[in-house]
């Protein structure tokens, strides 16, 4: 089991720093509030850069430069993946960033998905430290892939409601808050 605490994200008996979404913790996710959603869930799928890094366990399946995933709630392929062309609003796995370099796929709203409860809830690559994303959870690739390495399809991922999170505020020493959020 990987849980989220206060202080990073317990796997396996060690902790691992971990960046949330720029609207906190939420119980009532919903698409483009921002926030990471509470709950139980599964890790249900892996995908990686097969251009950037070897294949992180025998499960996970490459990006390819056509590869999408769905963000639309108007869409019926809300919070799917999908492949290019596609003119309803997405997301790009192959990003030209290391974001998606390993993408954990989680069980949030799919994949039977209710429109507009949120898409896309992924574990991937942080931006830097202390900046959040739109819903996402995100380590440092290290950390991301001695994950990856060592998870197994349907571990369950704890998001429970914590009143404090001291990781997604800015410690760097700056005093200043990050100016925006990564899409993902």
Known sequence: MIRLTATGLLFHGRRHPVQIGRGGL?????EGD?????????????????????????????IGPQDLWCDDPGHPAYNQPVRAPFKASH??????????????ITDWNYPKATPGKGSAIFLHQRRRLCYPTAGCLALGRADLLKLARR??????????PLAC????????????????????
Do not use: C, Q
């Open 26 to 30: 939420s119980a009532t996710k919903r």
């Open 34 to 62: 921002g926030a990471t959603p509470v709950g139980r869930l599964r890790i249900v799928g892996m995908l990686y850069r097969a251009d950037r890094l070897p294949r992180p366990a025998k499960w996970a399946r490459p």
């Open 91 to 104: 997301e790009r796995m192959a990003r030209r960033d290391p974001l998606y370099d390993i993408v954990l």
């Open 151 to 160: 998870l197994k399809p349907g571990t369950e991922l704890l998001i429970p």
């Open 165 to 184: 999170f001291h990781l997604a505020k800015n410690t760097s020493g700056s005093g200043a808050a990050p100016r925006s959020a990564d899409k993902a």
